[in-house]
């Protein structure tokens, strides 16, 4: 009796080779994606939070205070790639009218916060001073991580390139 042995042919090999490379390709493309829209919204979610974190220091001392004291997101962050946190050292103090503190997502400044002062004057004819906070971001970001995360600050309802901004307190 003649044995048959059963095995693949090279040229099954290669096919099946040639399939999970092409599969591989489609693949890979929408995985870096999600990594990307993952990154980005840590860096959407920090900078949303230190501007939350800022103004309401603020609004509860009516002062600002150095930074490592107003917020826990790291700072002095290099605009190094992969990198997020405050551009500032942690010994700085951003003032009205002043000192700004920028965020850095992916190595880029994104965001930069300006405390500012405006006055207006109310129904009753008075002028007010309020404090506010104006929110400048980096249309010029390379990073496609920062390219994501600008795009979502240009939608938030607080994100006013033009001043008063938001304000402190409210965000009428």
């Given at each position: ?59 509860k001392h009516s002062t600002f205070d150095r930074i490592g004291n107003m917020s826990n997101i790291k700072t002095g962050t290099l605009l190094v790639e992969s990198q997020n946190g405050i551009a500032q050292i942690a010994t700085e103090v951003p003032a009205l009218d ?75």
């Amino acid at each position: 009796m003649v044995q048959k042995r059963v095995a693949f042919t090279m040229i099954e090999v290669i096919l099946v080779l040639v399939v999970i490379g092409i599969l591989t390709a489609v693949a890979l493309p929408k995985l870096a994606g999600n990594r990307d829209d993952a990154a980005a919204k840590v860096c959407e979610m920090e900078a949303t939070t230190l501007l939350q974190e800022l103004t309401g220091y603020y609004a509860k001392h009516s002062t600002f205070d150095r930074i490592g004291n107003m917020s826990n997101i790291k700072t002095g962050t290099l605009l190094v790639e992969s990198q997020n946190g405050i551009a500032q050292i942690a010994t700085e103090v951003p003032a009205l009218d002043g000192n700004a503190v920028e965020y850095v997502c992916n190595g880029e400044i994104l965001v930069t916060y300006q405390p500012v002062t405006y006055e207006f004057t109310n129904l009753q004819g008075r002028i007010i001073r309020q404090a506010g906070m104006t929110t400048t971001g980096n249309s010029a970001v390379k990073s496609n991580v920062a390219k994501i995360v600008y795009s979502e600050f240009m939608k938030k309802h607080w994100f006013k390139p033009d001043t008063p901004g938001y304000v402190i307190g409210s965000n009428n």
